[in-house]
Nanobody
Framework: QVQLVESGGGLVQAGGSLRLSCAAS????????MGWYRQAPGKQRELVAG???????NYAGSVKGRFTISRDNTKNTAYLQMNSLKPEDTAVYYC??????????????WGQGTQVTVSS
């Protein structure tokens, strides 16, 4: 019943910008934390940025100052604004959200991923 859909990935030159969107839909009671993760070839999936339901944010050191995570609770959507992109940012980016479908418990949901490729 719950689905996360990412959009906004693509090919960009170094120094360019992209904005990723993650829209949650379905039978949602509440959304707690949301976050963006990425996985590059040969590497483990890593947290890029996270945001709480109240808007508190945290970032990986490698993207701090360049990326900004935000959310619009009226739209059940999270965003990742990526500026000054580097080839090292090339990865599949995944949206994650902790969502309650009832009053009882939370579950983690993942989007399908969107490819971001930064050329030199």
């Amino acid at each position: 019943q719950v689905q996360l859909v990412e959009s906004g990935g693509g090919l960009v030159q170094a120094g360019g910008s992209l904005r990723l969107s993650c829209a949650a839909s379905g039978s949602i009671f509440s959304i707690n934390d949301m976050g963006w993760y990425r996985q590059a070839p040969g590497k483990q999936r890593e947290l890029v940025a996270g945001i709480t339901s109240g808007g508190r944010t945290n970032y990986a050191g490698s993207v701090k100052g360049r990326f900004t995570i935000s959310r619009d609770n009226t739209k059940n959507t999270a965003y990742l604004q990526m500026n000054s992109l580097k080839p090292e940012d090339t990865a599949v980016y995944y949206c994650n959200a902790r969502i309650a479908t009832s009053r009882n418990g939370l579950n983690d949901y993942w989007g399908q991923g969107t490819q971001v490729t930064v050329s030199s």
